[in-house]
C-alpha cells in the first residue's frame, strides 16, 4: 500500500478511536469507568491506562524514528516484514487469544481518575501529530524498538500499525467493560 493511502488510514482509524473514547466513555459516571465487568477483568479506565502506558513509551521513539535526514524515498510502498506482521496479527482485536501483559504496563487494581481519560485523549492527539509529520518520513527505512524487547526493532510504518492495532484491541475490551443500560419495561408493551 501507498505510504500516504497507509498514513490516511491510521489516521482515519485514530481518529474514529478517539471519537468512540469521547462518545462512548466521556459521560460517564467515575464509578462505572471505574467499574470491571467481571472478576479479574479489566474497567474501562484500566484499558485506557494501559494504553497511556504503551504511549508513553511509542509516542517518544515515533518522534524519534521520524526524525533526521530521508536516505531513501518517501512515498513509497509500506512493506511488512514477518515480525511487523506476526506483532499486528498478535495484537489485532479478532486474535481471541490473550496476550500476556508485562508487569509495568498492567494498570493499578485501585479506581483511577478522570485523568487517564485526558491523557489518552491527549496521546491521540500526539498521535495523530506523528502520523502528519510521517508524510514526509521514509517508513521502511527506520526501525523503532519494541517496546518489550527492544533488540527486536519494527520498521516506523509498522511500528505505526502495531500501536493503532493495539489500542483498538483494548477498545473493544472496554466496550465490553461499559455497563449496558436496559430499556424501561414501559417501552416493551404488546401489540
Known amino acids: 500500500m501507498p505510504s500516504t493511502d497507509f498514513l490516511r488510514a491510521l489516521r482515519l482509524q485514530v481518529r474514529t478511536q478517539t471519537d468512540l473514547v469521547r462518545r462512548e466513555f466521556s459521560t460517564l459516571p467515575l464509578e462505572m469507568l471505574n467499574c470491571p465487568p ?48 506476526w506483532s499486528i496479527r498478535s495484537v489485532a482485536p479478532e486474535n481471541p487469544k490473550k496476550q500476556k501483559t508485562f508487569k509495568h504496563m498492567v494498570p493499578p487494581q485501585e479506581p483511577l481518575s478522570r485523568d487517564v481519560l485526558t491523557t489518552f485523549l491527549q496521546q491521540q492527539e500526539a498521535l495523530l501529530h506523528l502520523l502528519d509529520l510521517a508524510e514526509d518520513a521514509p517508513l521502511n527505512a527506520r526501525r523503532v524498538p519494541l517496546e518489550f524487547f527492544r533488540l527486536l526493532r519494527l520498521r516506523t510504518g509498522e511500528a505505526f500499525e502495531f500501536v493503532v492495532t493495539h489500542q483498538e484491541r483494548h477498545l473493544h475490551q472496554a466496550l465490553r467493560a461499559k455497563p449496558q443500560v436496559s430499556a424501561p419495561a414501559a417501552l416493551h408493551t404488546v401489540g
Request: aromatic share 10%; glycine share 6%.
Open 38 to 85: 467481571a472478576p479479574g477483568a479489566w474497567s474501562i479506565l484500566q484499558c485506557l491506562d494501559h494504553l497511556n502506558r504503551y504511549s508513553r513509551y511509542y509516542v517518544p521513539v515515533l518522534a524519534q524514528a521520524l526524525h533526521g535526514p530521508a536516505d531513501r524515498p518517501i512515498l513509497e510502498e509500506v512493506k511488512k516484514s514477518w515480525l511487523g506482521n
